[in-house]
Antibody, heavy 125, light 107 residues
Framework: QVTLTESGPVLVKPTETLTLTCTVSGFSVRNPSMGVSWIRQPPGRALEWLAHIFPNDVKSYQTSLETRLTISKDTSRSQVVLTLTNMDPADTATYYC?????????????????WGQGALVTVSS | DIQLTQSPSSLSASIGDRVTISCRASQVISTYLNWYQQKSGKAPKVLIYAASTLHSGVPSRFSGSGSGTDFTLTISSLQPEDIATYYCQQSYGIPRTFGQGTKVEIK
């Protein structure tokens, strides 16, 4: 059974750094056809893709957040970590991690087939 | 960045109606387009990937079509459990953008 579980702080202060952990089970982050992506959703608003990491450690980021975002993985712990620096109230959102399922190897095209339950992070002083 | 524009932003339909949602990309993305359903308070679930491939376990009343820049999600006969917000997502360029969503309600 595939599961992803997000963990991290519920409340952060402006200018602080957010660190979120996605712990996966039921699949390996070493699987060449899979990876993990982070997505967020401000209250009442649309989904926003943030970043992904593939098993070969290739990483990509949301253009507008690239200078603030870092994604990494700890294969031994089956975890993928997202950090977002210099938090602002506009970063208040539910943060999801999701499993990448690649359907086109040449283009690394994928869909997100399993999602965590989401972690609501509020930015406030 | 590739922009995805969904229309309409919301719709109201009766049970049994055929519902169509459009997603237009700002550039050609071949068939690298996915559709997700998100029910209130829940994580999204994939319905369709690669524009027209029905994900395992998804009811056959859902279908997807299109290529290039214009894509459509169709619900052939709306059911009460289909009340949700639907999002398209492109898997062609970086960043992997989502549309703004289409909220489906029962009339």
């Amino acid at each position: 059974q595939v599961t992803l579980t997000e963990s991290g702080p519920v409340l952060v202060k402006p200018t602080e750094t957010l660190t979120l952990t996605c712990t996966v089970s039921g699949f390996s982050v070493r699987n060449p056809s899979m990876g993990v992506s982070w997505i967020r959703q401000p209250p009442g608003r649309a989904l926003e893709w943030l970043a992904h990491i593939f098993p070969n450690d290739v990483k990509s980021y949301q253009t507008s957040l690239e200078t603030r975002l870092t994604i990494s993985k700890d294969t031994s712990r089956s975890q993928v970590v997202l950090t977002l620096t210099n938090m602002d109230p506009a970063d208040t959102a539910t943060y999801y991690c999701a499993r990448i399922n690649i359907f086109d190897d040449f283009w690394s095209a994928y869909f997100l087939d399993y999602w965590g339950q989401g972690a609501l992070v509020t930015v406030s002083s | 960045d590739i922009q995805l524009t969904q229309s309409p932003s919301s719709l109201s339909a009766s049970i049994g109606d055929r519902v169509t949602i459009s997603c237009r990309a700002s550039q050609v993305i071949s068939t690298y387009l996915n559709w997700y359903q998100q029910k209130s308070g829940k994580a999204p679930k994939v319905l369709i990937y690669a524009a027209s491939t029905l994900h395992s376990g998804v009811p056959s009343r859902f279908s997807g079509s299109g290529s290039g820049t214009d894509f459509t999600l169709t619900i052939s006969s709306l059911q009460p459990e289909d009340i949700a917000t639907y999002y398209c997502q492109q898997s062609y360029g970086i960043p992997r953008t989502f549309g703004q969503g289409t909220k489906v309600e029962i009339k």
